[in-house]
């Protein structure tokens, strides 16, 4: 298992990571500090309480990331929390390792010592960021031995740098709009012919995420058509459906008068 490469302070406003408050104005400018992490490790299923091939109990587990340690003067610890568990990340005296679901246990043994016919990829990454909003992606990638096919996931974090908070759907839709917003997305998915769902009974996904100009849905494997058609995104402009964002999405992240 690698150690943590390294931590890495951007203070540099050349590189995009010192966050202005106020448009021209320095004095408001805050200091962002991340770190990276990467780990290779073997897993072991414990066969006592999951069920599996004899040749299949161990895991070759590899993932990479870069996490907040510092947004200005911000309690950053429920971002930092949040973005571990769905990177399945954990530390363990400055080492990053996997973490495992229950049933599985980590090998102190190097990959090369023995033979995962299993994988799972765990990469974390910033997507966007502006002055009002970063947003994170996990990209999660799993090839159980003996399956057809592999199995894969992207999930979104959007954290506003103007409160401090992860954004849900409350904060970026007004309430009461959720059935307009579904008939926007089945208009925009209307013309696919890959659809495995009745089209007027898909419903606003959880999964989304900001975009510079709008927001940007996504539906999962097999959530509304076959593992074929991969995920789907519907990408929606703010200036489209403004008379259901909230003042802060309109104002703040989008900048709609």
């Given at each position: ?28 400018r805050e200091v962002m500090e ?72 980590r090998e102190l043994v190097s ?122 995104e519907v990408p929606l402009k ?20």
């Amino acid at each position: 298992m690698k150690k943590i490469a390294s931590r890495i302070a951007f203070l540099s406003a050349g590189m995009a990571l010192l966050v202005f408050a106020g448009c021209g104005n320095t004095d408001n400018r805050e200091v962002m500090e991340f770190e990276k992490y990467n780990y290779s490790a073997i897993a072991e299923v414990d066969t006592d309480s999951v069920d599996v091939e004899e040749d299949a109990v161990y895991w070759q587990c590899n993932g990479s990331g870069m996490l907040p340690v510092k947004i200005g003067k911000r309690d950053i610890s429920a971002l930092r929390d949040t973005l571990m568990r769905i990177a399945a990340v954990e530390f363990d005296k400055g080492d990053a390792r996997p973490l495992l679901p229950r049933g599985y246990k980590r090998e102190l043994v190097s990959a090369d010592s023995v033979e995962a016919r299993s994988q799972v990829v765990n990469d974390l990454s910033v997507v966007l960021m502006t002055p009002e909003v970063m947003v994170w992606r996990n990209y999660s990638y799993a090839y159980p031995k003996g399956a057809a096919h592999s199995n894969y996931s992207n999930v979104y974090v959007n954290y506003s740098l103007s409160d401090g908070r992860i954004l849900t759907h409350r904060d970026v839709f007004k309430a009461g709009s959720e059935e307009q917003l579904a008939g926007t997305l089945r208009a925009a998915l209307s013309d696919r012919d890959d659809l495995i769902t009745d089209l007027e009974d898909i419903e606003v996904p959880e999964t989304f995420y900001v975009t510079a100009d709008g927001v940007t849905f996504v539906y999962g494997l097999y959530a509304i058509a076959p593992y074929s058609s991969g995920e789907i995104e519907v990408p929606l402009k703010a200036y489209s459906i403004a008379d259901i964002l909230t003042p802060y999405a309109s104002g703040t992240l989008f900048g709609i008068k």
